[in-house]
């Protein structure tokens, strides 16, 4: 059986909210205005730099 990889999980989750904002013609600027969290946060989870915090979405 093979592991995920926390590196692996951050990449998809980074693709599906990419997605996500394209799909709802969203700019990176506009999702993170949304959220409450930098655009430089938005970026990084897109580009699986970072993992998502769930409090963020509280």
Known sequence: MSS???????KNIGK???DFRIK????QEQLSEK?????KYIS???NGN???KTRNFD
């Open 35 to 39: 959220l409450g969290i930098s655009l």
């Open 4 to 10: 995920i990889s926390k590196s692996d999980i951050d």
């Open 44 to 46: 990084r989870i897109e």
């Open 24 to 27: 709802n013609n969203l700019t």
């Open 50 to 52: 970072n993992g998502v």
């Open 16 to 18: 599906i909210l990419r």
